[in-house]
């Protein structure tokens, strides 16, 4: 079993910054792959960001402004998120897969004003 803390959720106004955490309770070192997900009242969960043994992968909408990147001595993935928009408001969720299983966070509220 794992399981997955959020942190470093808030509100903040457009242009501002935020950066979640998360953290996992035993090594990181055990997954294949960790990410951010995220979903908008009415809207379907979609990805965020994820990074496993190959180059980190983003959504269409958050390149170029979120970094996706792990401490492996803290066993906790972050999301630097940066020229926040107002559609990049939503619940986020942290994810981690050891297959077959796959585990998510509570998640953590990230609100950007206009």
């Known amino acids: 079993q794992v399981q997955l803390l959020e942190s470093g959720g808030g509100l903040v106004q457009a242009g501002g910054s935020l950066r979640l955490s998360c953290a996992a309770s035993?090594?990181?070192?055990?997954?294949?792959?960790m990410g951010w997900y995220r979903q908008a009242p009415g809207k379907q969960r979609e990805l965020v960001a994820s990074v496993g043994g190959a180059a980190p992968t983003y959504g269409d909408s958050v390149k170029g402004r979120f970094t996706i990147s792990r401490d492996y001595a803290k066993n906790t993935v972050y999301l630097q998120m940066n020229s926040l928009k107002p559609e990049d408001t939503a619940v986020y969720y942290c994810?981690?897969?050891?297959?077959?299983?796959?585990?998510w966070g509570q998640g953590t509220q990230v609100t950007v004003s206009s």
């Open positions: 994810n981690a897969r050891v297959p077959p299983s796959i585990y």
């Open positions: 035993r090594t990181i070192y055990e997954f294949n792959d």
